[in-house]
């Protein structure tokens, strides 16, 4: 199956900027969705964000005007541009594809680590 490899986490202080790069070892155009979900400690897995294959985006509510999810299907890759940083988006960064009906598509990657300080 697709190999997913999350990067571009770090540390951070609030109202800074991060952008997150997913890469796929295959195609990501044939999938519904790409998104972007994380994890804080001691929550569940939240969705973030996603983008459908024909360019539709939609967001959680906590990040919206905030965040911005976009893809190059050239590249096999997703991105999340993530500004005006806050501490509770703490926490660990997941990518993966999804169907239609909300389920994802592959196993969960190590993910990649965000850490905003106040």
């Known amino acids: 199956q697709v190999q997913l490899v999350e990067s571009g986490g770090g540390l951070v202080q609030a109202g800074g900027s991060l952008r997150l790069s997913c890469v796929a070892s295959?195609?990501?155009?044939?999938?519904?969705?790409m998104s972007w979900y994380r994890q804080a400690p001691g929550k569940q897995r939240e969705l973030v964000a996603l983008?459908?294959?024909?360019?539709?985006?939609n967001y959680a509510d906590a990040v919206k005007g905030r965040f911005t999810i976009s893809r190059d299907n050239a590249k096999n890759t997703v991105y999340l541009q993530m500004n005006s940083l806050k501490p509770e988006d703490t926490g660990v960064y997941y990518c993966?594809?999804?169907?239609?009906?909300?389920?994802?598509?592959?196993?969960w990657g190590q993910g990649t680590q965000v850490t905003v300080s106040s």
């Open positions: 983008i459908t294959r024909i360019g539709n985006t």
């Open positions: 295959g195609s990501i155009s044939v999938f519904y969705a």
């Open positions: 993966n594809a999804r169907d239609s009906v909300g389920r994802v598509r592959f196993d």
